[in-house]
């Protein structure tokens, strides 16, 4: 449809832009090969009805946004990891358990579909060795005992809106309705992950 090509092409050139160049704290890390997809992952993956346009080959933007995602949540992996022997609130603490929970099984579930999706998958699958800003990982290493509480709500509400910024763009322009179903889930977890990170004391 010719009214969709300039938004599509603006929407690669968003995740794109997101996922090389990023923001003082939110980067995506490398994006890993693909690998089998987890128990999880097959169940969310086979939920679609056979025959529906859930199962439609995935455009160049919807394998562009599961690679850039599955970046993403690599990193989001490592900033809760790297900070959670340190955290001293317990709703932080549950806060970030649960975010961990919930991206590692989307992860799975994205790296499950990225091998399925196509010809073309491969190709889509960007690289970001070397592209990745560590400058939110560092903050959180050189964070003193004190303010580590602080510096995670931070790098990490930032790192959560870009991934709702991302996600809310592939619901308006992506193709396969698999994958923009799960957008609009990553769009509204981040979202309210975001205010109840800022909203913390």
């Not at 997101?18 to 490398?30: D, H, K, R, V």
């Not at 809106?161 to 769009?187: F, K, M, S, T």
């Amino acid at each position: 449809m010719p009214r969709r090509t300039r938004p599509a092409s603006l929407v690669v050139a968003l995740l794109l832009t997101s996922a090389c160049a990023g923001s003082p704290t939110s980067s995506p890390s490398a994006v890993p090969q693909p690998a089998p997809a987890s128990p999880a992952g097959s169940a969310v993956a086979g939920s679609a009805v056979a025959g529906s346009p859930a199962d439609a080959e995935m455009s160049g933007i919807d394998l562009v946004f599961l690679s850039t995602m599955v970046g993403h949540s690599e990193r989001t992996l490592q900033l809760v990891r790297l900070a959670r022997d340190r955290v001293r609130d317990d709703a932080l603490r549950t806060l970030t358990a649960a975010i961990e929970a919930t991206e590692a099984d989307e992860l799975s579930t994205m790296r499950g579909w990225l091998p399925t999706a196509g010809p073309g998958a491969s190709a889509a699958v960007h690289q970001h060795e070397g592209h990745g800003d560590e400058a939110a990982l560092d903050r959180l290493r050189t964070a003193p005992d004190a303010d580590v509480d602080r510096t995670l709500r931070e790098v990490l509400a930032d790192h959560q809106r870009a991934a709702a910024d991302l996600a809310r763009a592939q619901v308006g322009v992506g193709h396969n309705e698999r994958v923009r179903d799960l957008a609009r889930r990553i769009e509204r977890s981040r979202s309210a992950e975001v205010e109840l990170l800022r909203g913390t004391p």
